[in-house]
C-alpha cells in the first residue's frame, strides 16, 4: 500500500507559477514511478509527466512542454511538479500517482499504469 498526499495548488493568474508537492508513505522502498495526472472540468482525466523513482528518469506528454518539470527527493519520499508560465487552459484538478515494482515489466505513462491515488489538488488559473 502506498499513500499520497498532494499540495500546492490554489488560484493563480496567466503566467504565474507553482509548484505541486506529492508525498509518499507506505511502501515507498518499493515504488517504481510517481505520475501526475490532471483532469479539467468536464474532460477525462489526461497523463502530465512522470519520474521513475529509482533512477530519477522522466517523461512528459506534450501538454506542459518547455513549461512543467517533474522531480522526486528521494529522502523525503516526494515528487515535484514544478508548473511555470501557467495558462488558463492548465485549469484542472492534478493527481498524484503512484506504482510499485512487480515480476513483469511496467509501463509508467497512463492512467492504468498506476495502482495508487493521491486525492488530488485544485489548480485554477485566472485570465
Known amino acids: 500500500q502506498v499513500r499520497l498526499v498532494e499540495s500546492g495548488g490554489g488560484l493563480v493568474q496567466v503566467g504565474d507559477s507553482l509548484r505541486l508537492s506529492c508525498a509518499a508513505s507506505g511502501r515507498v522502498d518499493s515504488l517504481y514511478a510517481m505520475g501526475w495526472f490532471r483532469q479539467a472540468p468536464g474532460k477525462d482525466r489526461e497523463f502530465v509527466a512522470a519520474v521513475r523513482w529509482r533512477i530519477a528518469a522522466t517523461t512528459y506528454s506534450g501538454i506542459g512542454e518547455g513549461r512543467f518539470t517533474v522531480s522526486r527527493d528521494s529522502a523525503k519520499n516526494t515528487m515535484y511538479l514544478q508548473m511555470n508560465g501557467l495558462k488558463p487552459e492548465d485549469t484542472a484538478v492534478y493527481y498524484c500517482?503512484?506504482?510499485?515494482?512487480?515480476?513483469?515489466?511496467?509501463?509508467?505513462?497512463?492512467?492504468?499504469?498506476?495502482?495508487?491515488w493521491g486525492q488530488g489538488t485544485h489548480v485554477t488559473v485566472s485570465a
Open positions: 500517482s503512484a506504482n510499485i515494482f512487480t515480476t513483469g515489466p511496467r509501463g509508467w505513462a497512463r492512467e492504468q499504469d498506476y495502482d495508487y
